[in-house]
């Protein structure tokens, strides 16, 4: 009974240990971006080898955004930097000051 | 920035569309403002929410109006930045070259020529409408593109805006062995202490790419964030995130953790040059790098090494930072305010300008004397009428904490700026963190304390161009608050003290060796015989012994922090804090029973005539032979002893009250009272080593009327030959009161 039990448990182990493994390797390859298709700012697939809409620059918000919420990712203040805050009258103190941020900001 | 409205060109400065693509031409792959925006936000969308390129097309009379966003602008040929998430996740991305696309107005070809997939040729500035050829090779048969994208970014993307304009605010640089910083060394990169964060209170999730950060001195982006997610240095190294080490900072005085920001002493010193300032008399950007030490450095992020000045930033604590010190020019209008003169105004004033004052470098012109400041003054004064966006002309030179404006006949008046611009805030330094060795307080106090230490005297510059047009300077001490008497005090006690005084409290045990093998000790027979003397109550005994117990416990503690000797902290506490803490307790012990010793014996220690035959006669402590002198219950040396020890106890505990509360202290008032509190400790402690010798070894038996009060006859009439008078002249009163009580 004891070397059946031994194997139930190490075979057990092994596959759990494979089913993590794979599940991790998952989670891994999720967050690497697998291959894409380059979209133009009118959201036309742009082929090189086809020459699809190939003399055209591909625009990230379609290309990006096909996956990722462009508009949610473009709130951080890397890509705002005032923009959001930004209005004529935003000081009394210094009126040629515009926002808190690089674009704006005296 | 351009305002949205505006009524007349002349109040247009720098319009959305400028911003993205302005820089220096000649320096193409040198980032301009928009080379450090990532992409979208402004750069994609006006202050409407429409989107540039299609409002342009729509309406191309945007392009005529005086809308800030549109004013002479090109949008619907250059197209729209839409945030380039290449420029951070892509190894290998070519910053340089989006910054050539965007100075040739190429905005939405950018991305795809600087990550690579694509070449772009053709240059919208020059009418030509770019053409991409893309890299095949990086493509499947599918038509898929295929590119190995970092998550978390790497941080030589960071660096792409990080360094350029970090270098210059602070000295910044990273992955950089000159530069090093611990941190990095130990294969840390940007994400591991500024992640992405998400916080449901302030509604931002992890998609936003909003960035854990500190705290900016000078920069207001995003200050909500402040903090939100982000480990401090205490945080990471008290719960040893990734592993970090804990220190103790045995060797360090409490007050000075609580006083001082980490970075104060861990980065005592940066290696690439920083900016100094910045000069736009020419109307353009002239970075001015680091001049001190001299002869300074030649550009900015060369190999330099320089150290900071120091500012209490708002959380209240001391810390390493780097103010620009500006020369800028601004125009005081009707309404009071100083407005920022734009950079085309100063050029206008400086052309006109030039000629005249003709500098040896026009590039950077260093103005410095009244003469050179009234040309350009004069010429602001000419060169800004007309111009609508005033109502008045008062123009004003900004440079080193002085503003310059003319007066009525056209003369130069200076005064101290206290405009907005000569409210100077640093730049806080708080990257290239050297390992702890290296840290100030490494190798001691002398670190920062010493004479020759930058801390208090290292030399800061604060105007460029001072009268003499050299840089003037001002030590570092003096900035942040101690009087530079105050330092010279204090460092009195590094320089002097700490060096001499074991040699001088060893030469005066020395010197107590060779009087009692020379002059021996008094040979007052000291055994115990009838009929002995009370000398000293229970009371004074007790007061003594208090005295005596807490003055040794406050020289072993003060050992430890006169010579901040860790190893005797260690063996006797938990921490400085309790180590302070113990000190001063029982110096508040020690206090008191001072206070109660003087009530005791002040009698006592009256002086009386015969106590200058004591003195004359040395006490008869000299000459190899033993002399009869006279004393009282205490001699002439004990009167003074006491009156002394009084003295300095009193010296030594209001010094030491004070610095119980020293946090809440001034600098200047801390150093003075650390410093008298030392040097008197030494005194103190000589005396009371003198002291021992002569109750002890010196006096044989004199010991003993401390512990049971009680001498000798002849021990009495010998040390003490008047208070022996007194005490047989009572001793006869009594039993002559005795003798007359029991005849009555």
Known sequence: ?106 | MAKKKNSNPDEIDITVFEWVGSGDPKTPEVPGCGGCHPGGGGLEYDRDGKRYDVALKANPELAQSLDGDYYKSHWDKSGVVEADCFICHLPGYDYGLRNRQLKMWNFKWASTAASGIGQVRGSVKENQTPTVVYNKRLFNEDGKIVLDLSYPPPATNCNFCHSMSDVKKRGFSWNDPVNYDIHNSRGMNCAQCHPAIEDKKLKITKEMHNFAKGQENVSTVADNLDFVGFKTCRQCHEQGFMGAPRPRHLSIRPNHLEKLACETCHIPALHRAAGEGFDVTTGAMVNIPKMEPPPGAKKLGQEFTWQPRFQYLKRGKLAPVNPLLPVFYTNKDKDGLYYPLFMQEIKTAWTAAEGKIKPPNPHRPDLHTPEQIKIMLTAFKTTLQGNKRFQAINPYMHKGGKVYSLDDKGEVVEAEDHTWVGHLEGFNINHNVAPATLALGAKGCGDCHSREAHMFKGQIVTDMWGPDGKPLTVSSGRLFGCQPWAFYVNQFHQTYLSPYASIILLILIFALVLHYTGQGPKGADFTYEPAEILRFRLSERWTHLVRMLAFILLALTGYIFFYNNVTMLRLFFDSPQSAVIFHWMVGLIFIAASIVSVVLWAKDARFVPYDWEWLRKQGGYFGGKEVEVPAGRLNAGQKIFLWLTAALSLIMGVTGVIMIFKDSLPLTINCLMSTIHGFFAVIFLAAVIAHAYLGTIANPGTWRALIDGKVGRKWAKKHHSEWYKEIIAQEAAAKSAEKSGAEE
């Not at chain 1, 918000?61 to 990722?68: I, K, S, Y």
């Not at chain 1, 203040?77 to 004529?88: A, L, S």
Request: net charge positive; glycine share 10%.
């Open chain 1, 1 to 106: 009974m004891k070397p059946i039990r031994f194997g139930m448990v190490a075979g057990g182990l092994a596959v759990l240990g494979l089913v993590l493994w794979l599940s991790s390797t998952t989670r891994a390859a999720q967050r690497q971006c697998p291959p894409f298709h380059l979209k133009t700012e009118d959201g036309k697939i742009i082929n090189p080898l086809t020459g699809e809409n190939a003399d055209q620059p591909y625009s990230s918000r379609q290309t990006c955004g096909a996956c990722h919420n462009y508009d949610e990712i473009t709130q951080g203040y890397h890509f705002q930097q005032g923009w959001n805050k930004i209005k004529d009258d935003y000081s009394k103190d210094k009126p040629w000051v515009l926002s808190d941020g690089m674009m704006g900001k005296f």
